[in-house]
C-alpha cells in the first residue's frame, strides 16, 4: 500500500521511480536504476555526431543551415544593440484568447491501414527547432488549426528564445509562444500560415488496453523527420513522476525515440489520442527496458491546451484537502478489509472537511466508478478545475455515505 496525496501533486513514497529532466542530460541522481527518457533532442552546432546520455535524450550534430534556409515570417538580421538587448532572446508572443478550442471526435466507419493514416496525417506534424542560448533542441509538433497553432510538449520549447517550424513539405516558419505549462509538459506555438492540414483528435477516454497505435515524429535528427512506428495501447491512465511532477499518461509499445517529443499518438482512425512525452530507458540488474513508451491523453490536451489559447497559461491542478492510501480489491481479501481509499487525514480547510468527510472513512467510488487504487481518480486531477464538484460515495461504519465535495485551489490550502 502506498501513502499518497490525492489531488495535491505530492508523494511521500511515488510507485513509479522518479524522472529527472536534466538540461544537461546528466543524472540528477545515479542511484535511480530506470531512466526516463523525455523526447528532445540537444542539438550541438557545427557537430555531426551523435552522442548518447543517460537522461534527456541524444545529443545530436547539427550544422547551422537549418537557419540559412528561407523562413517564413522571419525577423531580419539583429543589430549590435538589438544583440544586447535580453528582449531580444524572448520568444515572440502571439494573441490570446482568440477562442480557438479542440474538438474531441468520435470514431466512425472502418478501421484505416497504416498506409492511410500515414498519408492522411503527416502533412499535420512539424519538425520544431530551437534556440537556447549558444545550443538549442529539436522535437515534433501537431497542427491544431489551419491557420498555424501548433501543439508540442513544453520541454521541446523550453528556455527557447527562437522556435523554428518545419512542414512536412518543407516550408520553414518562425514560431511565437502562444503558452507553455512545466506542470502538463505541453506548449501552443503560432505560425502565420493558411491553408495547413490540422490533425483530427479523438477521446482518449474511449481507449482500451490492446488496441493498435501509431505514432509519427521526428527521431534523432532532421534526416529521420517523418518517421511512423506502431505497438499496442499496454496501459492508460498511467502515473509517471517527473522532476517532481506527476503526469498522467498513455502507455505503448510503439517506439519513441529522442526526437518524438510533441508527436502524435494516433489510433487506427487517423485520430491523435494522445502527444508523446517519454519513455523508460536503461537497465536493472542486467535487465533492459524495452516498449515502455508515454504519451498525453488527448482529454489532458484539450484541457491544457484550451486554457493556454485563452490565456497563455494553466490554473494549478485542484486538490481534496485530504491526505490518503489505496487498497485494491487483491489486497482487501489479502488483509480481510474493504477495497477502497482510506482517509487519513482532511485539510479542516478544505471543502471536503465541510462536507463531512472524515479520517477512517473510505472512499469506495468517485462520481459514481469504483476506485480501489490512485489511478482510479487521476482522471480528475487531471482535467477538473478548482471549484469542481466531486460526489464522493464513502463508507463509515459500515454505512454508506454519498458527499458532494468541491475541489479546492492548491494555494488556499498551503
Known amino acids: ?52 546520455v543517460a537522461v534527456l535524450a541524444a545529443g545530436i550534430a547539427v550544422g547551422a543551415s537549418l537557419f540559412s534556409a528561407r523562413i517564413e515570417g522571419a525577423s531580419p538580421d539583429l543589430s549590435p544593440a ?4 535580453p528582449a531580444t532572446y524572448m520568444m515572440p508572443q502571439a494573441e490570446l484568447g482568440t477562442g480557438v478550442t479542440i474538438t474531441l471526435e468520435e ?55 527562437r522556435a523554428i517550424v518545419t512542414l512536412a513539405d518543407g516550408t520553414l516558419y518562425e514560431a511565437s509562444l502562444v503558452g507553455s505549462s512545466e506542470r502538463e509538459d505541453l506548449a501552443v506555438l503560432k ?9 483530427v483528435f479523438g ?65 487506427m482512425y487517423g485520430q491523435v489520442i494522445g ?21 498525453i491523453p488527448s482529454t489532458v490536451v484539450k484541457t491544457t491546451v ?17 491526505e490518503v492510501y489505496a487498497v485494491s480489491n487483491q489486497e482487501a481479501v489479502f488483509y480481510d478489509m474493504e477495497a477502497g481509499i482510506y482517509v487519513m487525514t482532511v485539510d479542516q480547510r478544505a471543502d471536503a472537511w465541510s462536507a463531512g468527510l472524515r479520517p477512517g472513512d473510505i472512499i469506495t467510488a468517485v462520481n459514481g466508478d469504483a476506485v480501489d487504487a490512485l489511478d482510479d481518480i487521476s482522471k480528475i ?20 455515505l454519498e458527499l458532494e465535495v468541491l475541489l479546492m485551489d492548491p494555494e488556499e490550502l498551503p
Not at 510507485?15 to 527518457?37: C, M, N, R
Open 381 to 400: 486531477e487531471s482535467t477538473a478545475k478548482p471549484g469542481d464538484p466531486v460526489t464522493l460515495s464513502v463508507l463509515r461504519e459500515g454505512t454508506v
Open 275 to 295: 502527444v508523446n512525452v517519454a519513455k523508460i530507458s536503461g537497465p536493472e540488474a542486467g535487465v533492459y527496458v524495452e516498449s515502455m513508451n508515454f504519451s
Open 306 to 322: 484550451d486554457s493556454l489559447i485563452e490565456t497563455g497559461s494553466v490554473s494549478a491542478s485542484p486538490v481534496l484537502g485530504v
Open 1 to 52: 500500500m502506498k501513502l499518497r496525496h490525492i489531488f495535491s501533486g505530492q508523494s511521500k513514497e511515488p510507485e513509479t521511480p522518479h524522472i529527472e529532466l536534466a538540461p544537461d542530460g546528466k543524472p540528477v541522481d545515479p542511484w535511480h536504476q530506470f531512466t526516463y527518457s523525455s523526447r528532445r533532442i540537444r542539438l550541438k552546432p557545427l557537430l555531426i555526431i551523435i552522442v548518447v
Open 191 to 199: 505560425i502565420d500560415a493558411v491553408g495547413l492540414t490540422p490533425a
Open 82 to 85: 538589438q544583440m544586447m538587448d
Open 203 to 267: 477521446n482518449s477516454d474511449q481507449l482500451e488496453v490492446g488496441e493498435r497505435v501509431l505514432a509519427i515524429g521526428n527521431p534523432l535528427q532532421k534526416d529521420f523527420q517523418g518517421t511512423l512506428t506502431d505497438g499496442i495501447l499496454s496501459a492508460v491512465n498511467r502515473q509517471l513522476w517527473i522532476d517532481g511532477r506527476r503526469l498522467t499518461v498513455l502507455q505503448s509499445t510503439a517506439t519513441l525515440n529522442p526526437g518524438n517529443s510533441g508527436g502524435p499518438l494516433l489510433n
Open 107 to 161: 470514431h466512425s466507419g472502418q478501421p484505416l491501414t497504416p498506409q492511410e493514416i500515414y498519408r492522411a496525417c503527416i502533412p499535420s506534424v512539424v519538425y520544431i527547432q530551437t534556440s537556447v542560448g549558444l545550443s538549442g533542441y529539436a522535437g515534433t509538433g501537431i497542427i491544431m488549426t489551419d491557420d498555424g497553432y501548433i501543439i508540442t510538449n513544453h520541454h521541446v520549447i523550453e528556455d527557447a528564445y
